[in-house]
């Protein structure tokens, strides 16, 4: 006798099958709840503390225009933090290198004599404040640092000295201009000689007049109190 077996051609679900009208019906499964945070309170708070921060470095730059003979730019691009430490313990106490952007600057001598600064507003600057007469002195940290480093590209970017721009080129002029004593040195030497002496003396650039006519005062004041 053959036996023939039957199978069902649509078994039972298992007791582990989902049900298809509570899955496509169940609004948790449909719809994942998910949350998301707003960024809107973060990002003014950051914008408001980046404002704050330029405000004040033009604040700084600004501060620093009071009594300053010559501001120059240094390229900087490539120093270490190190380098950025040692740098600022060879200079005197005198002269001041701060790092900004170019518009922070731009921003703070705008209206001032120090416009003339703006063709070295191009790469990476820390700026040099000097605030003594003594110009030579105060370029000369930084040649010896150059050197000592292997810092050739990172020279001057520019300078302004007396309402004139000095580009890279022309620092020679800056670094070889006479000193405070050789200038005296040259008065005392003049009011000794013939009177063409002094009007030479008179006739040299405005800083050395200036110059001239302190050290002509300080003589005088001298002579005054050996008199008495």
């Known amino acids: 006798m053959d036996t023939t077996l039957f199978t069902h051609p649509h078994p039972p679900p298992s007791s582990t099958t989902i049900s298809f009208k ?8 449909l719809r994942p709840t998910t949350t998301t945070r707003s960024t809107r309170h973060p990002f003014t708070i950051r ?124 620092f020679k002029a800056l670094e070889n201009m006479r000193s405070r004593a050789e200038v005296y040195a040259n008065l005392l030497g003049s009011l000794k000689g013939p009177a063409t002496s002094v009007v030479g003396t008179l006739q040299a650039p405005a800083r050395n007049l200036v110059l001239t006519l302190k050290a002509y005062v300080k003589k005088l004041e001298e002579e005054g109190g050996a008199a008495q």
């Open 22 to 29: 509570t899955h496509f019906h169940n609004p948790l499964l």
């Open 47 to 170: 914008n408001a503390i980046s404002r704050t921060k330029k405000e004040e470095t033009v604040e700084t730059v600004k501060q620093q225009l009071d009594n300053c003979h010559l501001i120059a730019g240094i390229n900087y691009k490539g120093f270490t933090v190190q380098q950025f430490q040692q740098l600022r313990t060879t200079f005197p106490e005198t002269t001041k290198l701060i790092v900004a952007k170019n518009t922070l600057v731009l921003k703070a001598i705008e209206g001032t004599k120090w416009e003339s600064l703006k063709p070295c507003m191009k790469g990476m600057n820390a700026w040099l404040f000097v605030h003594t007469e003594e110009i030579p002195a105060a370029i000369k940290p930084y040649r010896s640092f150059q050197k000592e480093k292997k810092l050739e590209e990172n020279d001057f970017s520019g300078a302004v000295f007396e309402g004139k721009y000095y580009p890279p080129e022309e």
